[in-house]
């Protein structure tokens, strides 16, 4: 009897473990296709240029931490990393506060020109004219005298946040309104409702908008290349280290270009490594909720 | 009483008041980044702007549009688009599902896997767009060196040469997406209800069986919404192709978000063309209208397919 069962059960448990063998092959070279050109980036930045135009082995012979010397001090890096770290850092802090100021007035008050506003928003989420609308807004900013300095591509790239306000005010939403309601009954004004009440609740979502905003900002690559036109000392690193490619003797600096591009992932790995699951859950709040 | 509606309005302006406070940080970025490019854009299709030996802003009427419909390079560079965009979403979109499948289950291992497939997400794709550029080089890049070394090849590919560079830009957008989707599936699959799959195990059906006729049809809504976005995506994408291969060569990669881009700024430093904001403001008018017109249809056809099934 026993036998019996075990002879009937053996071959489907071999499919099993094919398809379970098959599943563990296609998710490993998903991960390996995937965190190659990152290791890459960050092995290749110690090779020197020799080893890594002509040598084809994945470690280098000896750490070359010079490139990152000759990249901050040499390329200027040191300079184009502040200037990154200056815009991230202001376009995030900008994107909170204005979308969570609108996110929650959208949620909470009614007014005049409201559903016009809605669906202002909501149309300019949908009509993209892509990197050239940044033509505009340089003219624009160039008329304000905004753009020898950070603040034309910070405003650039913190922008009209139309996807953020609507996650603030759908997340506002869930908030009830009984608490704000018992607090304009204890005397409290809208924006103290607002500052006291609201905001320390609203930490989870504003916290999936900083990391969004950080993310963009920092990886931006169009807007702080088109805002620093005329003043080049104001590049985003992003800018810089793409623009080794059309250096002269860009085929001899690939160690530099390397090391370059890792100062540039390397920060946000760091935030990625402390945050992915927020990044992971923020996506989907964001796009299939939003 | 008359008394009383004044009060009232006054109260009414009030609140109007503080709900605009509110509301000004934020508009006036939304004014003058998001609004004021799109009507900037629509006043210059009209005008002569830019351009050779054209100082002055003169209005044209029609003549811009009537040129974006003669210009060739720039439906070839739809075209491109559609390749681009097609190529990327077919072989992304299944790719992701079947990982999203796989790594459905919350245990540590899955989470690390999904994490590092996510990872392409967070990085600069104009960096990693040079990184690219050097992994794909002809001669030096790792790649080649990787697959002469293994014996798969024996002459080196030119991974950026005019019959390979759409092929390579695809494949490095599907490294950059893929977490992406990935993502949205896993969060769609999760709203499934396990009772669904579990009765259909019961009943017999295998796993293919149980993708096939419960999984996918009950992800139908989130499918349309994950369809949409990699299609309209698509149209977006710009700096990874900038720095890849800068459109090149010889146009084979020049996607219309790049070639409108090339009307208002030179693509790279080495190249110098007369910008004509006029004509691009009209092209990149009509590149909306084309995105926007392939989600109306997309919308329409997947409505379609509903009442079938």
């Known amino acids: ?290 | 009483m008359k008394f009383y509606a004044n009060r009232l309005k006054k109260k009414e302006i009030k609140k109007n008041f503080e709900a605009y406070i509110f509301l000004i940080p934020n508009l006036i970025l939304f004014m003058s980044c998001s609004l004021y490019p799109v009507l900037w854009a629509l006043k210059y299709v009209f005008y002569q702007y830019g351009g050779y030996g054209a100082a002055e802003i003169r209005f044209v009427g029609l003549e811009n549009l009537a040129r974006v419909f003669r210009d060739k390079v720039y439906w070839q560079s739809i075209m491109r688009t559609f390749t681009y965009g097609f190529g990327k979403v077919l072989i992304i979109i299944p790719l992701a599902f079947l990982l999203a499948y796989i790594l459905k289950e919350r245990k540590k291992i899955n989470t690390l896997a999904q994490s590092t497939i996510f990872l392409p997400t967070i990085m600069s794709s104009a960096v990693m767009g040079l990184v690219f550029y050097l992994l794909f080089n002809a001669y030096n890049g790792e790649i080649n060196k990787i697959l002469m070394n293994s014996g798969l090849i024996h002459q080196p590919i030119n991974w950026l040469g005019k019959n390979h560079a759409m092929k390579t830009l695809i494949m490095t957008a599907v490294w950059g997406g893929l977490g992406n989707y990935m993502v949205y599936f896993i969060a769609g699959i999760q709203q499934v209800s396990t009772e669904a799959i579990d009765s259909a195990r019961i009943d017999g059906a295998n796993e293919t069986k149980t993708i096939w006729y419960i999984i996918l049809p009950m992800l139908g809504p989130i499918l349309k919404i994950i369809l949409m976005l990699a299609i309209t995506s698509a149209f977006n994408d710009i700096s990874n192709v900038m720095v890849l291969t800068e459109g090149g060569p010889n146009n084979a990669t020049m996607v219309a978000s790049l070639y409108n881009y090339r009307y208002f700024f030179p693509v790279s430093t080495t190249e110098s063309t007369v910008p004509q904001y006029g004509y691009g403001a009209a092209l990149s008018v009509v590149t909306a209208c084309v995105a926007g017109l392939v989600t109306v249809l997309y919308l329409k056809v997947s409505r379609k397919l509903d009442d079938i099934y």
């Open chain 1, 1 to 290: 009897m026993k036998d019996k069962k075990k002879k009937k059960s053996s071959p489907f448990k071999w499919k099993v473990m094919v398809v379970q063998i098959l599943k563990t092959i296609f998710v490993t070279v998903a991960v390996i296709f995937t965190i190659y050109p990152v290791i890459y980036t960050i092995v290749g930045s110690f090779k020197t240029n020799a080893e890594l135009t002509l040598g084809a082995d994945f470690w280098p012979s000896s750490w070359q931490v010079e490139n990152y010397y000759r990249a901050f001090v040499e390329a200027d890096f040191l300079r184009y990393s502040l200037n990154s770290l200056i815009v991230a850092a202001s376009v995030t802090t900008l994107a909170m506060m204005t979308s969570s100021l609108s996110g929650f007035i959208l949620a909470r008050r009614n007014f005049w020109g409201k559903k016009l506003l809605i669906s202002l928003y909501l149309s300019m989420m949908f009509v993209s004219l892509g990197a050239i609308k940044l033509y505009p807004i340089y003219q624009m900013m160039r008329s304000l005298n905004l753009h020898k300095s950070l603040i034309a591509l910070i405003l650039t790239l913190t922008g009209g946040q139309a996807a953020n306000v609507f996650l603030v005010m759908g997340f506002t939403r869930s908030i009830p309104t009984q608490l704000d309601e018992a607090a304009i009954i204890d005397g409290c004004s809208i924006f103290q409702v607002y500052y006291r009440i609201i905001l320390p609740l609203s930490k989870p979502i504003l916290g999936v908008v900083a990391l969004f905003a950080f993310r963009n900002a920092w990886n931006d690559y169009i807007a702080g290349l088109i805002m620093t036109i005329g003043a080049p000392q104001l590049k985003p690193l992003t800018v810089a280290v793409v623009q080794l490619k059309y250096s002269v003797n860009a085929a001899a600096e690939w160690h530099i270009m390397l090391a370059g591009a890792a100062i540039a992932i390397i920060p946000i790995l760091l935030v990625y490594s402390f945050a992915s699951r927020h990044f992971i859950s923020g996506l989907t709040a964001g796009a299939l909720k939003g």
